[in-house]
């Protein structure tokens, strides 16, 4: 017992240590002149959102009250029984707290695709809305039955729905709404520090391990297996990224290693711990194609994605979604899919999947329209051509 808590609560250090990682990432994928807007919107996720959840959000989307009574199929969202976490004290506190990293990276995830361009103050309010109206029924459906008569039931080992398919529709829908960036496509924005890219790269990758390995709740074989295959699904994947970048484009970069190790750690996020070790493979292998491919869409199809949120979030979760339905191995964790023996998982993981893709999509939508119409959403063209760190924090990165 005592070893569990110990393990869960260093996990919930790695993932807070994921946001901050997730910040220098993105920051040093946009130009010079909006870096520091970049990691203000990142680092406000951390203050907003936990307050957020100590007072009301996780009574809504995780408890009913009693952590040991686990949550209602009947309902649709939890109840206001353990609003300020008043009845909840101990060790019983470890899953609040630890799903409350997860509840703060997943707006942060949605940051990257509205870089450049997004008030700050649209920021601000648009957080703690789509936290309240979306990301928290969400996760009460994905953690709670999905409400869809569903047999079997749709599995999400660490957040692969709840999470990245979830923030990457909503990236798409606000990127949408908000516009293309002055002179994008035709003008280059190519990461302006690399070296901040593969420093925040090398953080989340340590911080997923907690991300991962502490979905199992315990210091167990889950978890040493779903540690395994979070490191080995990453190195696939880094290494698929790079071999057809250098048959596509003549050149393996190092921008591509980064964006392959992450599109892999999303792909395996919801199967980390369903898979065997060999399987992890496959899921690194075929996000890091299928990813790289995803992001050629937006030029294709005149989306902004400005830092490739929807081609490697939301594609990379929809893979690994697709991929569990496949490749779930009842000798890990007690779920079989198509490969070993059953068909029907496959199914439910293909219209729980839909269902938040749905959801995330139009309420996201309502949310965006709503804040553009009353404060705006898009800074002034001037503000955009001076740069978000001067213009709207008053503050230069480099001098």
């Given at each position: 017992?005592?070893?569990?808590?110990?393990?869960?609560?260093?996990?919930?250090?790695l993932?807070?240590?994921?946001?901050?990682?997730?910040?220098?990432f993105?920051?040093?994928m946009?130009?010079?002149?909006?870096v520091?807007?970049m990691l203000?919107m990142n680092?406000?996720?951390?203050?907003?959102?936990?307050?957020?959840?100590?007072?009301?959000?996780?009574?809504?989307?995780?408890?009913?009250?009693?952590?040991?009574s686990g949550l209602s199929r009947?309902?649709?969202?939890?109840?206001?029984?353990?609003?300020?976490l008043?009845?909840?004290?101990?060790t019983d506190?470890?899953p609040?707290?630890?799903?409350?990293?997860?509840?703060?990276?997943?707006?942060?995830?949605?940051?990257?695709?509205?870089?450049?361009r997004?008030?700050f103050?649209?920021?601000v309010?648009f957080?703690?809305?789509?936290s309240?109206?979306?990301?928290?029924?969400?996760?009460?459906?994905?953690?709670?039955g999905?409400?869809?008569?569903?047999?079997?039931e749709a599995i999400d080992?660490a957040?692969?729905?709840a999470?990245?398919?979830?923030?990457?529709?909503?990236a798409l829908?606000?990127?949408?709404v908000?516009?293309?960036?002055?002179?994008w496509?035709?003008?280059?924005?190519?990461?302006?520090?690399?070296?901040?890219?593969?420093?925040?790269?090398?953080?989340?990758?340590?911080?997923?391990?907690?991300?991962n390995?502490?979905?199992?709740?315990?210091?167990d074989?889950v978890?040493?297996?779903?540690?395994?295959?979070?490191?080995?699904?990453?190195?696939?994947g880094?290494?698929?990224?790079?071999?057809?970048?250098?048959?596509?484009?003549?050149?393996?970069?190092?921008?591509?290693?980064a964006s392959?190790?992450?599109?892999?750690?999303?792909?395996?996020?919801p199967?980390?711990?369903?898979?065997?070790s060999?399987?992890?493979?496959?899921?690194?292998?075929?996000?890091?194609?299928?990813?790289?491919?995803?992001?050629?869409?937006k030029?294709?199809?005149g989306?902004?994605?400005?830092?490739?949120?929807?081609?490697?979030?939301?594609?990379?979760?929809?893979v690994?979604?697709?991929l569990?339905?496949?490749l779930?191995?009842?000798?890990?964790?007690?779920?079989?899919?198509v490969?070993f023996?059953d068909?029907?998982?496959?199914?439910?993981?293909?219209?729980a999947?839909?269902?938040?893709?749905?959801?995330?999509?139009?309420?996201?939508?309502?949310?965006?329209?709503?804040?553009?119409?009353?404060i705006?959403l898009?800074?002034?063209?001037?503000?955009?051509?001076?740069?978000?760190?001067?213009?709207l924090?008053?503050?230069t990165?480099?001098?």
């Open positions: 017992m005592e070893g569990n808590t110990a393990w869960m609560l260093m996990s919930t250090a993932v807070v240590f994921m946001v901050p990682g997730l910040a220098l993105y920051g040093g946009t130009r010079s002149k909006n520091l807007n203000n680092m406000y996720c951390l203050g907003i959102v936990p307050l957020m959840w100590v007072l009301f959000t996780y009574s809504l989307g995780n408890s009913s009250g009693d952590p040991s009947e309902e649709l969202i939890g109840n206001f029984d353990a609003v300020g008043d009845n909840i004290t101990g506190l470890i609040v707290v630890f799903f409350m990293t997860f509840a703060a990276i997943t707006p942060a995830l949605i940051s990257g695709a509205v870089a450049d997004m008030k103050s649209a920021w309010l957080v703690p809305l789509w309240l109206m979306v990301y928290t029924p969400v996760t009460y459906w994905v953690y709670s999905w409400h869809l008569d569903l047999d079997p080992f957040g692969g729905t999470i990245h398919i979830n923030a990457g529709v909503a829908v606000l990127v949408l908000l516009g293309r960036r002055a002179g496509p035709r003008e280059p924005m190519p990461p302006h520090n690399m070296p901040l890219v593969m420093l925040g790269t090398g953080i989340l990758w340590f911080g997923w391990f907690g991300f390995a502490g979905s199992a709740g315990a210091a074989g978890a040493v297996q779903a540690l395994l295959n979070t490191f080995v699904a990453a190195a696939a880094m290494l698929s990224w790079l071999a057809v970048e250098k048959l596509r484009d003549g050149q393996a970069t190092t921008l591509g290693a392959g190790i992450v599109a892999a750690l999303v792909a395996i996020t199967a980390a711990g369903y898979v065997g060999m399987s992890s493979i496959v899921f690194g292998l075929v996000a890091g194609v299928v990813c790289y491919f995803a992001i050629q869409l030029f294709r199809l989306y902004d994605d400005s830092l490739d949120v929807v081609g490697i979030h939301g594609v990379g979760g929809l690994g979604g697709v569990l339905g496949f779930a191995n009842a000798d890990v964790n007690g779920v079989d899919g490969f023996g068909s029907g998982l496959l199914a439910s993981q293909l219209i999947m839909g269902s938040v893709v749905l959801f995330s999509g139009v309420v996201t939508f309502v949310i965006a329209k709503g804040l553009d119409l009353v705006g898009r800074v002034d063209e001037e503000s955009e051509a001076i740069g978000l760190d001067q213009s924090h008053a503050e990165a480099y001098q």
